[in-house]
C-alpha cells in the first residue's frame, strides 16, 4: 500500500511581476533619461569634439594673437592701410596802404590751394584686450578689432596747385609764400579727410585690416600648432570681415 507523500510543493521560479503601472512609469523614465543624454551630446558635440582634436586652447589662442600683434608693432600702433586723399583749402590776405596812419583797403587777394597726400591708418595695439580674442565652436578664431584711426597724414606739396585767374597752376617759385602759409591748414584738412573716411561706413579700411591681421596671425598660430586657422574679425559693429 503506498504511503501518502509528506513533500512540501516546489516554491515557483518565476519573480513576481511588477503592476502595469509601475512599469509603465519605469519605461517613460528611461526614455526621458536616455533622450535627455543624447540630447546633451548634440548640444555639446563642438565642445566636445574641440576637446578631443589636437589643437590649440582659448587661452593658446589669446596668447598668441596678442602676443604677435603686440611684438609687431613696438610703438604701440598698428598699421593696417592706407588710403590716398586731396584736400582743398582757401588762403586769403588783405592789402592795406599805410596801416595805422590812412588804412587804405587796397583789396583782399585769396587764392585756393589743393594738394594730395597719402594717410595711414590702423589701431592703438594697447586697447586690444584678452577678451577680445575668443576661440569659437566651429574652431574659428574671433578677434573684436579695436577702433580704427588715422596714424599719419602726408601731403604731396611737389603736387599741390594753385587756383588763379588763369586756373590751377603748378606750384612755383611765385606761390611759395602761399605753398607755406598753407601747409598747416592742408595737413589738418586731409586728416580730418582720413578720419572721416576710417571711421564712416566705407568697408575697404576695416576690409584691408582683417584682412593684414589674417596674414600676420596665421603663421604664428601654424607655428603655436593649430592647423588652418579661420578667422573672424568683427571690426565695428556692423562690419564682421571672414578670412
Known amino acids: 500500500m503506498a504511503e501518502p507523500s509528506n513533500l512540501p510543493s516546489q516554491p515557483?521560479?518565476?519573480a513576481p511581476r511588477l503592476p502595469r503601472w509601475v512599469r509603465t512609469v519605469a519605461l517613460a523614465l528611461v526614455v526621458v533619461l536616455a533622450g535627455g543624454a543624447v540630447w546633451g551630446l548634440v548640444v555639446n558635440a563642438p565642445r566636445l569634439i574641440q576637446a578631443l582634436l589636437p589643437g590649440l586652447t582659448?587661452?593658446?589662442v589669446r596668447q598668441t594673437v596678442t602676443t604677435t600683434i603686440t611684438a609687431e608693432r613696438p610703438d604701440a600702433f598698428l598699421v593696417t592701410g592706407a588710403i590716398d586723399v586731396t584736400a582743398t583749402v582757401r588762403q586769403a590776405s588783405r592789402q592795406v596802404f599805410l596801416p595805422g596812419v590812412l588804412n587804405l583797403d587796397l583789396g583782399t587777394s585769396s587764392a585756393t590751394v589743393r594738394v594730395p597726400g597719402r594717410a595711414s591708418y590702423g589701431f592703438d595695439v594697447r586697447t586690444l584686450r584678452p577678451e577680445d580674442v575668443r576661440l569659437g565652436d566651429d574652431g574659428v578664431v574671433e578677434v573684436v578689432v579695436p577702433k580704427l584711426s588715422v596714424h599719419s597724414v602726408e601731403p604731396d606739396?611737389?603736387?599741390?596747385?594753385?587756383?588763379?585767374?588763369?586756373g590751377w597752376l603748378r606750384t612755383d617759385a611765385s606761390v611759395a609764400t602761399v605753398q607755406t602759409a598753407a601747409t598747416r591748414s592742408l595737413?589738418?584738412?586731409?586728416r580730418n579727410q582720413a578720419e572721416a573716411y576710417v571711421a564712416g561706413e566705407?568697408?575697404?579700411?576695416?576690409?584691408?585690416?582683417?584682412?593684414?591681421?589674417?596674414?600676420?596671425?596665421?603663421?604664428?598660430l601654424v607655428a603655436a600648432g593649430m592647423e588652418n586657422?579661420?578667422?573672424?574679425?568683427?571690426v565695428s559693429?556692423?562690419?564682421?570681415?571672414?578670412e
Do not use: G, H
Open 229 to 234: 586657422p579661420r578667422f573672424r574679425f568683427v
Open 237 to 242: 559693429p556692423s562690419v564682421t570681415v571672414e
Open 12 to 14: 515557483s521560479d518565476a
Open 187 to 190: 595737413t589738418a584738412a586731409l
Open 157 to 166: 606739396l611737389a603736387k599741390m596747385e594753385v587756383e588763379t585767374s588763369r
Open 202 to 220: 566705407a568697408v575697404q579700411a576695416k576690409t584691408n585690416t582683417a584682412r593684414a591681421l589674417a596674414a600676420m596671425l596665421r603663421p604664428a
Open 58 to 60: 582659448e587661452e593658446q
